[in-house]
């Protein structure tokens, strides 16, 4: 279990440091009939607080060994993006930090504005846009059983499809109560 557990948050890693071109809930909001084009590709791993938070341990659960991926508190942002409208997360203390701090380092601050009005104006797009996710986790799950097929290694593909599937959970450092998929 703990080899599967290494070689998933190797591969985790793996996938945030990876360039990607940005994606959004609503990619045709100003052009009708045309999709919107982004500039790129961008850097998944802005600071690496994401990437270094990634941790595993084997906890027992009701007599059952589990595996558990803990990262940042804001991994599920990046993986699964955030829907338009409001949802209470905006005003969050932890939302809103990390958002100023993203926009302090990738845009600093628009020309002739100055960074609290910057910030307010990327949290209110983010609000009325949303943020299209990466997907990384299933990702590096993916590329982990090509790999192992590729390999030849397919009994154990299917074991370790088995320990996703049943045996693992993915939790927030700070809540350590939310599962990924369960």
């Not at 209470?88 to 600093?108: C, E, M, N, P």
């Not at 949290?123 to 097929?149: E, P, Q």
């Amino acid at each position: 279990m703990e080899e599967m557990l290494e070689r998933l948050v190797e591969q985790l890693k793996v996938e945030l440091s990876k360039k990607y071109y940005s994606s959004s809930y609503n990619t045709e909001r100003n052009t009708p009939g045309r999709r919107k084009k982004f500039p790129g590709p961008y850097v998944k791993n802005n600071t690496g607080n994401l990437s270094n938070s990634i941790e595993y341990e084997v906890r027992n659960v009701n007599g059952e060994d589990v595996g558990v991926i803990v990262m940042a508190d804001y991994y599920e942002f990046v993986d699964r993006g955030r829907k338009p409208g409001y949802n209470g997360d905006l005003t969050s203390r932890v939302f809103r930090t990390a958002l100023d701090k993203w926009t302090q380092q990738k845009i600093g601050t628009f020309p002739g504005l100055d960074f609290e009005t910057t910030s307010y104006l990327v949290r209110r797009s983010v609000l009325m846009k949303g943020i299209g996710g990466t997907n990384f986790i299933n990702n590096a799950i993916d590329n982990i059983i090509d790999k192992m097929i590729e390999d030849g290694e397919e009994e154990y593909a299917e074991r370790f499809e088995e320990f996703i599937d049943e045996k693992l959970l993915v939790l927030s450092k700070q809540s350590r109560d939310l599962t990924y998929n369960r």
